[in-house]
C-alpha cells in the first residue's frame, strides 16, 4: 500500500521560512517523479514544484515560487523535501506531496498524501 505522509506546515510569518516533508512508502521510491501542489480555500489546486525520478536531475518550478522554494529528495530516506524561505500571505494553502510512475504522463494518476496546511501571517 503506497502512502505519502506530509509534514512541516504550520504558521509563520511573512518573510519566515518552513521546511516540508513527504515521506514515502510502499513504492519504488527512485522510480517515481515526486512533485508539490497547493490549493487555498476556494482556488483550484495548483503546480508548486516537481523534481525527476532517480536522482531528480530535472527540476521544475511555478513562476510564484520560483527563487524562493527549492525541491529535493533523498532516495536513501524515501522523503521529499520543500524548503520554502522569503514566504508570502498568498502562500498560504493546504501542500500535497504527489507521486507520478514512469508509465503515466501526469500526476493526477498517481499516488498523493493527504496534505499539510501553511499559513503566512502579513
Known amino acids: 500500500q503506497v502512502q505519502l505522509v506530509e509534514s512541516g506546515g504550520g504558521l509563520v510569518q511573512a518573510g519566515g521560512s518552513l521546511r516540508l516533508s513527504c515521506a514515502a512508502s510502499?513504492?519504488?521510491?527512485?522510480?517515481?517523479?515526486m512533485g508539490w501542489f497547493r490549493q487555498a480555500p476556494g482556488k483550484e489546486r495548483e503546480f508548486v514544484a516537481t523534481?525527476?525520478?532517480?536522482?531528480?536531475?530535472?527540476?521544475n518550478y511555478a513562476d510564484s515560487v520560483k527563487g524562493r522554494f527549492t525541491i529535493s529528495r533523498d532516495n536513501a530516506k524515501n522523503t521529499l523535501y520543500l524548503q520554502m524561505s522569503s514566504l508570502k500571505p498568498e502562500d498560504t494553502a493546504t501542500y500535497y506531496c504527489?507521486?507520478?510512475?514512469?508509465?503515466?504522463?501526469?500526476?493526477?494518476?498517481?499516488?498523493w498524501g493527504q496534505g499539510t496546511q501553511v499559513t503566512v501571517s502579513s
Open positions: 523534481i525527476s525520478w532517480n536522482t531528480g536531475g530535472y527540476i
Open positions: 504527489a507521486a507520478r510512475a514512469p508509465t503515466t504522463s501526469s500526476f493526477q494518476n498517481g499516488y
Open positions: 510502499g513504492l519504488t521510491f527512485t522510480s517515481y517523479a
